[in-house]
């Protein structure tokens, strides 16, 4: 078994994997292989010419504590069943790893089958959503729909592009969205016989819902608003599917908080966790963090797959940004890879990692340190792929 970049007459096989791995629609498949897949950003595990296992990284940026980053997004980890057990998607993972590295992307996120199977890698539990689940009229009886309200077309992707930049800039690790971002998501919604559509206030656009209905089910894929007469509206015109749907579902924001104005949210909305994160280089992901005031803190960070990470690393001030550096002597905070991807995305706090003991902080003073550096925040990330 051996690790390579495929070649384009490798694409049929990977494709072949895809769809017995994957509970996806012949339709999907066919748009995904046509533009999302690049052999380039492809790795697989193979005997001679053929391949055992596939794995993908898709390139994005993501807003990371005010920086952008870029990052790769791990898809289409598949292997045939007769070399499964066998050790491919470990290599291939670890093979992924150093790829990401050489490439200059310090963190990686993926949507995994199983938890527990990327925790070991390094990988840790980063997003969460609030979920709605619930009868048609979950969040709001039919009624007169007021306002302007347009169907959503790929014309527009500006408009779209300009309510989501204004709605995800509140929150952590999320996606900055280009024009082929938006050509993924609306051609993924139309195959699904998707729709979307435009709310606007005061001949502006206040907002845009995208949504799916299947089998009686409405699944809200986006409500992104920035006015409550918006979000009012866009509920609104998703409660006027009633006579199409039985079901609505919705991955809100974790601190969304509809459910305050509901007729009664018992039993209709739970934490979903989501997307994982990992650091794929200790002192790059963490340089440039924006800090008030004077810190000094060493951490001693512990990583069993990447070297590079293992070991104990200095945070000092410069010009109000974090600078890191290689670090000998007792640290006064120790932490595993996985726990500081946690705190870096905001997904827990420095006191939560304590009191759950994932993390040994020595004194108040590196407490203190750490909760200036690992500031609150809430992450969020819509992309599943």
């Known amino acids: 078994m051996h690790i390579k970049v495929p070649s384009d007459e490798d694409i049929k096989q990977i494709k072949e994997l895809w769809k017995y791995c994957f509970d996806d629609s012949p339709e999907f498949v066919d748009w995904f292989f046509a533009n999302r897949y690049r052999s380039e950003n492809t790795l697989v595990s193979c005997d001679g010419d053929t391949i055992r296992s596939a794995l993908q990284l898709l390139p994005y940026t993501i807003m990371l504590r005010d920086r952008q980053m870029d990052t790769s997004y791990l898809v289409g980890m598949s292997t045939w069943p ?20 050489q490439r200059q992307e310090w963190i990686s996120i993926l949507l995994p089958f199983r938890y527990d199977f990327y925790r070991k890698y390094g990988w840790e539990i ?74 606007y206030d005061n001949f502006r656009a206040a907002g845009y819902v995208l949504f799916t209905i299947t089998n009686r089910e409405l699944r809200i894929r986006e409500l992104i608003y920035n006015a409550p007469g918006a979000k009012e509206i866009l509920l609104k015109l998703i409660a006027s599917h009633y006579s199409q749907c039985d079901t609505i579902i919705w991955n809100a924001p974790a601190d969304d908080i509809t459910y305050v104005d509901m007729p009664d949210s018992r039993g209709l909305l739970y934490k979903q966790t ?54 000998e002597g007792f640290p006064q905070v120790v932490v595993s890879i996985n726990t500081l991807a946690q705190l870096l995305w905001g997904y827990i706090t420095p006191e939560q990692a304590v009191r759950h003991g994932k993390l040994e902080c020595s004194d108040s003073n590196a407490m203190c340190t750490l909760k200036e550096v690992f500031s609150p925040a809430v992450p969020y990330i819509i992309e599943d792929y």
Request: charged fraction near 25%.
């Open 82 to 101: 007769e070399y499964r057990g066998r050790g491919d998607a470990a290599a291939l993972i670890r093979h992924a790893l150093k790829v990401m590295h």
């Open 126 to 199: 980063c997003y969460q959503h609030l979920m709605y689940k619930g009868h048609n009229e979950i969040f709001n009886s039919p009624g007169r729909l007021s306002g302007k309200i347009i169907p959503v077309s790929f014309d527009m992707i500006d408009i779209l592009n300009e309510c989501y930049q204004a709605f995800v800039k509140h929150y952590n690790g999320y996606v900055i969205r280009r024009k082929d971002d938006w050509e993924r998501i609306l051609g993924d919604l139309y195959i699904e016989h998707g729709s979307g559509y435009i709310v």
């Open 274 to 327: 989501f997307v994982m994160g990992r650091i794929v280089d200790v002192k790059n992901a963490l340089a440039g963090i924006k800090v008030r005031g004077d810190i000094d803190l060493s951490i001693k960070v512990l990583d069993d797959i990447l070297p590079w990470n293992n070991g104990v690393f200095r945070l000092k001030c410069m010009n109000e940004r974090v600078e890191v550096s290689s670090a």
